[in-house]
């Protein structure tokens, strides 16, 4: 469960930005909400939407999760001393175009809040801290902070975390995180943090996923049957998947490739498993007719490929953050994929929806609660500002939140202007 993001310098990102999912006192929605376990965590929203103009920078938050989530997973396990970070600071300003990106989140794992972030150039991590609060009660396990002056890192390791620490130490490169380092080296105490971003967080850009993991899932009866309830419930007639698993031979490639080029691919892919999909429809005499997957619509193809990792979602309690929820999908497929996560019943785990979208229909007080609402604003100096819809103060149940956003009252609407034509 992710309570809080804060991000600085990373892309149109300049200033600090915080996104929270905390729940604000107002009554309303309440099946929108939930109250987490973790003792000294505030009661959390199961989503949170975030609009905004084209290139205002609502992508950049997603991007930039992304960017951590794979950092915390990799830095210490794929790069090697050397290694550039990908991360990209604010590139329209002197004063922040060769400064440090800083990324935090504040989390739940395993029913204890935590608080982690680092800060980072391409070359080096510049700092690394993490707080845990078992019991409610801050708890310091470590800071470690680069002195430019002594060109090496100060470390201050709280008297809560246990373990091998000189030699996690010892052994954490400039390019990597302590975090990621301790748990390769066998940290069971931090292995819940990092658990979280590798397998509590999902992330995923405007493409999706594509259909391999719901494909899958369809390998086995049970989980098929709940492919195919999702797709029903969503209005798609699809009476049946047939899925075959397949591996990459020599087939798959042109006569003329060369020998060693064919070879150095298959080597790369012997390990991977691809499935061919087909779904099945009746026609008008009760018969079953088969499809190729690449027949169906972009919207189908792109629900089924959610399918899976919306009903995993679900039933493990992750949290997804998704840019363009609407691409391809019709708004009340929108709104029955958000509604799912608002569900008690289809989601009992807590789950986490978090979006960004244009689609303005289901920007309604009957969908989302007023702090579930967020937008993005590209200010004049083209950085990005993040706010909640509560910082109107819009009237409880009463005031069309479509109509004031469309008519400009919240801002993070494109800034349209005269086309001036050319004369021959």
Sequence with gaps: MIIELVVEN???????????????????????????????????????????????????????????????????????????????PFKLSESTCNSPTEFEVVFIADNVKYQYGFSTTRERVLEEWLFAFPNGKPQRWFIRAFDKELGDYAWNFGSFLTGKKQLWKDSTRANSLFLSTSVMLNSEQLKPVYDWFNNTLKTTDISGWNSAYTASLCMDAENKKEVLNFLKAADLDIEDIIVKSKTVDSSYFPENMPLSIKDKILEELSDEEFYEVKTVHTNDSGNKVPFDFEDESDGTQKLFSFAGPWIDSLKKGKVLFIDELHDSLHPTIVRFLVNLFHDKKSNQNNAQLIFTTHETSILDQKVFRRDQVWFCNKEKDQSTSLYSLTDFSPRKGVENLEKSYLSGRYGALPLISKLDYLED
């Design 10 to 88: 990373y892309r149109s990102i300049k200033e600090k930005q915080s996104f929270s999912l905390a729940k604000s006192s107002s009554i309303e929605l309440e099946n929108n909400s939930f109250i987490p376990t973790a003792s000294g965590s505030p009661a959390l929203l199961n989503s949170a939407a975030i609009y905004g103009a084209n290139a205002a920078g609502k992508s950049n938050f997603v991007r930039a999760l992304a960017t951590m989530q794979s950092i915390v997973v990799d830095s210490a396990r794929e790069s090697k001393r050397g290694d550039k970070l990908k991360v990209t």
